[in-house]
C-alpha cells in the first residue's frame, strides 16, 4: 500500500470519528435538554433549552435525532414560526395538534401564522383565554380567524368593565353586532347584567351613566339599533333621577322629563308615598305637586289616583286623606268623596294645610248636595 493511500485512508478514519464524535455530541447535549425540559421547575432553565433547540434542532435531526423526539419538547411557538422548514423534513405535522400545547397568550404575529396554517383559531383562544382589553383586540382576533361568537363569549368581562363609558360600549356592542352577533344576543346580555328589575337598588348607580345615555333621546347612540329598548330601562331610570322632577320651580319638574319618559310612565314607577314625603320635607303639600308640577306637566289625574289607590292609602289616616283630598278637588272620579267627607276633619291640619282641607269639605259638600 503507498503512502497516498494510507493518507486516504486515514483521511476518511478521521472524518468518521469527527462525525460519530459530533453525533454523540448532539445526541448527548439533546437528552440533557430533553430532561431540563421534562423535569426542572426552573422555567428560565427550560426556556433556555427550548431556545437552543429551536436555533440548532436541524443539527441535531442532521446527526440522526427522530425529529418527532425534537417537536415533543420544542416550545409550540417556535414549531409554528418554522411550520414550513419542518414540514419540508419530510414530517406531516398537524398544526392543530401543536396548537393544542400552546397555553400562553400569543402575540398578533402568531396568530396571523395559526391563522394562514388554517389551524382552528375557536379551540385556540378558547384555550389559552387571552385577556381582553380592547376594541383592536378583539377586531384583530377576529380577522385572524376567531368567530365573533367566541370572542363574545371571551370579551363579556371586557365589555362590562365599559358600562360607565356608554360611547366606548355602544362602540363594541355595535362592532360585535356587525360581525354577525344578534340582535337578541346583545338584549339578553345587557339587561342580565344591568338590574332593570330593580331587585338590588343598591347597584343601580354603578350604571347610572349607561341607564341615563340609553333613555335620553338626545343621546348620539342608536341603541335601539343593537337591540337595547329604552322601554326596559325607564324604571330604572326614574329610581335614579326621581328627585330632579320633584320640584314646582320650572327647572325641577315633569316638564322637564326626556320624551321617552312620560309622566305616567314617572308616576307608574314611582311610590306616590314618596312623593308625599318628599313635599313634607321640603314644606310643601300634595296639593302643590299636583297644581304646580303634575298638572302642568300634562299630567291626568286619574294616573295619581290610581297609584293612591295601588298604594292603599287610607281615608281614616289624616296624611293619606289630604293626599286622596288633593287628588280629589283636580277633577278625579276615582276617589271615593263619600269616604272624604265621613273621615275628613279640618282641625287636623294647621297652616295652609288647614285651609285646603278646610276648601276641600266645603266643595265635596257642594257636590255631594248637588
Known sequence: MNI?????????????????????????????????????????????????????????????????????VMNPIDIINQFGEIQAADLKLDVNRIADFITAEVDSEVLHRLHALNADMDKLVRRSQPKIQSLDQIND???????????FELSKNYILSCINSPDNLFKILESFHRHGITIEQIHNFINGAVPIKL??????????????????DDSINNWLDIGIDYSD???????????????????????????TVSVKDF?????????????????MNFHQFIRYNFLPAKGDIEDLAKSALYAKLQYDNPIDWFTLAAISSFGSKLIDRKKLLEFGDASKYTSEEYYLAKDFI???SKEQES
Open 233 to 259: 330601562y325607564i324604571e330604572a331610570w326614574v329610581a335614579l333621577n326621581h328627585d330632579d322632577y320633584l320640584g314646582i320651580d320650572k327647572d325641577d319638574t315633569l316638564s322637564r322629563l326626556p320624551e
Open 141 to 151: 382576533l377576529i380577522i385572524n380567524g376567531v368567530s365573533a361568537q367566541t370572542m
Open 4 to 72: 497516498i493511500n494510507k493518507l486516504h485512508i486515514l483521511k476518511d478514519t478521521a472524518a468518521i470519528a469527527r462525525e460519530k464524535f459530533s453525533q454523540k455530541f448532539w445526541h448527548d447535549l439533546f437528552q440533557a435538554l430533553e430532561r431540563t425540559i421534562n423535569t426542572s421547575e426552573d422555567e428560565k432553565k427550560v426556556a433556555s433549552a427550548q431556545n437552543f433547540l429551536a436555533k440548532h434542532w436541524r443539527k441535531m435531526y442532521a446527526a440522526g435525532i427522530n425529529l418527532a423526539e425534537i417537536l415533543e
Open 267 to 283: 308616576i307608574h314607577y314611582i311610590d306616590i308615598q314618596y312623593i308625599m314625603y318628599d313635599f313634607d320635607r321640603r314644606g
Open 362 to 364: 266645603e266643595q265635596f
Open 199 to 216: 331587585l338590588n337598588r343598591s347597584k343601580l348607580p354603578s350604571f347610572a351613566n349607561l341607564i341615563n345615555d340609553i333613555v335620553f
